[in-house]
């Protein structure tokens, strides 16, 4: 029987393979994708009061949902989309599901330089910021003024400075508090840019650097991005590809034959498919060259105790 305080916002057993770039996993045992920070608020204190975990979730892409689905409340936040830019001094405040290509877009018609590498990034700017997403070089934490984050457990609103996050390659505070069980949500984001410049020209950045993406990665089948972080100076990537695992099936998972650092689902592939072939990279990077590849991709639900550590 369900809890007579249920929201409307908040529907159970609800399934999310279609809410994750993969295409894979189970059901949620409750699902919210609020459209604003009232509605945020509402179900966030419902989740506290039912005594259940709140997993918050992104643009899903770069998330494993088991195929057991997942306990709790699970909370896209796609929808709580919205920004505001200033061309006169370059700050940008904008909301936790404001997806990437879109505000890279936004920022280079109001001439804010800095931002057009997210273009290539499918994900939203509260993924970013809990994973210090990065590309071409860049990465948020240089572009990130303040967080505002909503703490479940409480309701309370806190806003901490960018030397606050404890940022790292790939690496945030946000990700210390989810391991610990205590994940905090990003509201929204205040973001500083270059404010000036010629807006065509940002575009066409932004053009190539698409250009760019669309021939070195596996754009044309569901993925989960770049699953194994970079062992720095040494790129994953091509460990993997030295080793010959391109092309390796489990199921109808793969590792990509474009980019080796991607796992693609090339028709009905499980998450235990996918799982399968993080592991075996793991284990033949680790047997070849004694480096533990770390993963990108955070899981979701319950998983064996071989699967990779949710991160991210």
């Known amino acids: 029987m369900l809890p007579v305080s249920l929201p409307a916002t908040v529907l159970p057993n609800q399934p999310l393979a279609g809410l994750t770039s993969w295409k894979v ?22 989740a506290a009061a039912m005594g259940l975990t709140v997993h918050p979730m992104g643009a899903g892409s770069n998330l494993l949902v088991s195929d057991e689905g997942v306990q709790g409340l699970s909370l896209g936040l796609r929808r709580l989309q919205g920004a505001q830019l200033d061309p006169a001094t370059g700050l940008i405040e904008c909301y936790a599901g404001e997806p990437l290509p879109t505000l890279a877009r936004k920022a280079a018609r109001a001439g804010l330089q800095g931002l057009e590498w997210l273009a290539g990034i499918p994900g939203t700017v509260g993924g970013a910021v809990s994973m210090n997403a990065g590309c071409q070089g860049s990465c948020l934490a240089e572009r990130l003024v ?30 210390e508090m989810a391991a610990a069980r205590t994940p905090w949500i990003v509201v929204s984001v205040r973001l500083r840019t270059n404010p000036g410049h010629h807006p065509q020209r940002l575009l066409e950045t932004i053009k190539a650097n698409l250009s760019q993406r669309n021939r070195t990665q596996p754009c044309n089948l569901p993925s989960g991005g770049s699953v194994f972080r970079n062992p720095l100076p040494m790129r994953a990537g091509r460990l993997i590809d030295v080793l010959g695992l391109k092309g390796q099936r489990r199921g109808d998972a793969e590792i990509s034959t474009v980019h080796a650092n991607f796992i693609v689902n090339r028709g009905r592939a499980k998450a235990r498919h ?3 072939l993080i592991r ?33």
Not at 25 to 46: D, F, I, K, R
Not at 281 to 302: A, P
């Open 146 to 175: 303040d967080v505002e984050l909503l703490d479940p457990g409480t309701g309370r609103t806190w806003r901490l400075k960018k030397q606050d996050m404890a940022f790292g390659y790939r690496h945030s505070l946000l990700q």
């Open 274 to 276: 996918i799982q399968a």
């Open 25 to 46: 996993g189970g059901a949620a045992e409750y699902l919210a994708q609020p459209g604003s920070v009232v509605q945020l608020a509402a179900v966030v204190q419902w």
């Open 280 to 312: 075996l990279v793991q284990d033949s990077v680790r047997r070849e060259n004694n480096i533990t590849l770390q993963t990108e991709i955070k899981c979701l639900g319950r998983f064996d105790q071989s699967s990779p550590s949710p991160v991210g």
